[in-house]
């Protein structure tokens, strides 16, 4: 199922920095890419998502890049926060159909 | 958006019995699915959810193995059935209004099978 490939798997940022987390899907059919935020214990949280006719989006201090004839897409998060610790994990679908879900990445931002 | 309670939050069960979990969602949503998650991994999609006909399961999830129901807009239950120790992970329900719509998950049920 694994069509959606994310790095890194862990990410170590100093507080106020830039984290930024990478992900490549193949399934050109793919037409929504969102972001979720997962703390332990907890089911994952939207946090962000795109549609392949824009090339940015950005809301508050997250921002999804998106190349689309690259089949890339990334999530950098400004100015990082101890908060924002959490398992970060892309996804790709077509209308909620079908979505897949990257390995996930670990943030840690340390203070 | 949707807020997703699930039921049982985690549970601890014997080989070879079955668990029914329960997928309840606040307001009437199209589209329900259930995810499996081992602990520190990613979601693997089991199933979609159809209101009022069968499941459809993906390429090795099987009906027997985890029969779902779907009886309205509102509620799901997923059943693990003959449960081994392969079996304990993270079970979580999800949900959106309509294809267009964020999807969004419960907290999980998260099974032990000794």
């Known amino acids: 199922q694994q069509q959606v490939k994310q790095s890194p798997q862990s990410l170590i940022v100093q507080k106020g920095g830039i984290s930024i987390i990478n992900c490549a899907y193949e399934?050109?059919?793919?037409?929504?890419f969102p972001w979720y935020q997962q703390f332990p214990g907890k089911g994952p949280a939207l946090l962000i998502a795109?549609?392949?006719?824009?090339s940015e989006k950005k809301e508050g201090r997250f921002t999804i890049s998106f190349n689309k004839s690259a089949k890339q897409f990334s999530l950098h998060i400004m100015d990082s926060q101890p908060g924002d610790s959490a398992t970060y994990f892309c996804?790709?679908?077509?209308?909620?159909?079908?979505?897949?879900f990257g390995a996930g990445t670990r943030l840690t931002v340390k203070p | 958006s949707a807020v997703i309670s699930q039921k049982p939050s985690r549970d601890i069960c014997q080989r070879g019995t079955s668990l029914t979990i329960q997928c309840q969602v606040d307001s009437q949503v199209t589209m329900m699915f259930w995810y499996r998650q081992q602990p520190g991994q990613s979601l693997t999609l089991i199933a979609t959810?159809?209101?009022?006909?069968?499941?459809?399961?993906e390429s090795g999830f099987v009906i027997d193995k985890f029969p779902i129901s779907r009886p309205n807009l509102t509620f799901s239950t997923l059943t693990v059935s003959n449960m081994s120790p392969e079996d304990s992970s993270i079970y979580l329900c999800?949900?959106?209004?309509?294809?267009?719509?964020?999807?969004?998950f419960g907290n999980g049920t998260r099974l032990t099978v000794t």
């Open positions: 996804a790709a679908g077509n209308n909620n159909n079908d979505m897949r």
């Open positions: 999800s949900a959106a209004g309509g294809p267009n719509s964020p999807l969004h």
């Open positions: 795109i549609r392949p006719d824009v």
């Open positions: 399934n050109t059919a793919f037409d929504y």
């Open positions: 959810a159809n209101q009022g006909s069968e499941a459809t399961y």
